[in-house]
């Protein structure tokens, strides 16, 4: 009898279909950062079926990564059992072995393995948050935009709007010019006022001696996090200035960290006071956990990058988690495309608790004019 319930039980677990699909959307104005510029964002969005339910994940790359999900990792889902999530994304990442465990093939495990939990915890009927157990009810996040080809009205109009909505804490980006930094930044404070967190992101545009002259300028106007002041490939570069940067100026980084050596590699060499993850690039929601909890045993406080609504439940599962990102962008296209999305309430995200899995639900209708 047990034998034949458990037969059953792996039956409605097998994987039927994963399908993978890219979506491309439009900048509201073209965007830009201390090191990139850019007209549109894509969605990879991969749907995982097994029995009644099917499971979204997503990651923000390149429409590649949708061809090698469908290509490359899909046949190596398909038949298995759904519940076994360790196991399954520790096969997808064996067989990118000869692709790299990084960049556009981790990109494309990363959405798998979102998938397979947000199908996990719907086939449990639980939102993901009560599945992985909760250490927090709400996310705090920051307001993360001020693109450096903004005007400074711009700037100012958004960066005071999140402070003016109760999100108590935002993020701009410089670096595209830094002889205007210091004014930009300045701008910023002024809309914000002086009670609100203000945070810098310069996506690794300055040169270490650059970086420590603005830091000690950007201290000065009550910044207290510099976002990859040099490149997150310069480990020894970020150390440097992060121990020679005022007290109160934290160094953050972690967004290009792809697996969990990478995470350890920024951990050892000293590289972060705040160290970031990003569950659309780092191995999902697994590993997202993963690098959540390396950073837990550092003692350092742990924060998301981007995809707010797919970072929700995660980071609430996290005792070192801090803040998360309320990426501009992507908070938008989240809105536009999924159903379920909670927009920020006194400057948190909360889960609702009545929705399983992630709570989202792609509205393929809407998104069917940025299909590629
Ligand atoms: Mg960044």
């Not at 749907?47 to 090698?68: D, P, V």
């Not at 449990?124 to 005007?151: I, W």
């Not at 953050?252 to 970031?276: H, I, K, P, T």
């Not at 569950?279 to 837990?296: M, N, W």
Request: aromatic residues 8%.
């Amino acid at each position: 009898m047990k034998d034949q319930q458990e037969a059953v039980i792996r039956d409605t677990a097998r994987i039927r279909q994963v399908k993978a699909r890219a979506y491309r959307v439009p900048a509201e104005t073209p965007e830009a950062d201390g090191t990139l510029e850019w007209e549109s964002t894509t969605l990879v969005l991969v749907e995982i079926q097994a029995g009644s339910c099917t499971g979204i994940g997503y990651t923000y790359s390149s429409s590649a990564a949708a061809g090698f999900i469908n290509s490359e990792l899909a046949d190596l889902l398909l038949t298995q059992d759904a519940l076994q999530i360790p196991h399954l994304t520790q096969t997808l990442i064996r067989n990118i072995r000869n692709n790299g465990n990084c960049g556009l093939a981790m990109m494309a495990v990363s959405a798998v393995d979102t998938a397979l939990w947000d199908l996990k915890a719907r086939m449990l009927e639980l939102p993901l948050c009560r599945l992985l157990g909760q250490a927090k009810d709400a996310m705090p996040v920051y307001g993360s935009g001020g693109f450096t080809d903004y005007t400074r009205g711009r700037l100012q109009e958004q960066l005071g709007g999140w402070a003016a909505q109760g999100i108590s804490s935002v993020k701009m980006k410089t670096g595209a010019d830094p002889e205007l930094d210091v004014a930009r930044v300045r701008a910023a404070r002024e809309a914000v006022g002086p009670a609100t967190v203000l945070f810098v992101d310069a996506n690794g545009a300055y040169t270490v001696k650059q970086a420590l002259d603005k830091a000690a300028r950007f201290a000065a106007l009550g910044v207290t996090w510099l976002e990859e002041p040099v490149s997150s490939d310069n480990l020894e570069g970020l150390r440097f200035i992060r121990e020679r940067a005022p007290a109160g100026m934290n160094i953050a980084a972690g967004e290009y960290a792809w697996n969990l050596a990478c995470f350890r590699s920024m951990l050892q060499a000293g590289a972060v006071d705040v160290l970031q993850a990003d569950a659309t690039r780092c191995g999902g929601i697994s590993g997202f956990l993963k690098a959540g909890h390396l950073c837990e045993a550092a003692g350092l406080p742990f924060s998301s990058h981007c995809a707010p609504a797919l970072h929700l439940h995660a980071a609430l599962a996290l005792p070192s988690f801090f803040t998360g990102e309320y990426f501009y962008d992507h908070a938008r296209i989240e809105r536009m495309l999924f159903d379920g999305v909670s927009p920020p309430r006194q400057g948190c995200l909360l889960p609702d608790l009545d929705r399983p899995g992630l709570g989202l639900t792609f509205k393929h209708r809407d998104a069917e004019k940025f299909l590629i």
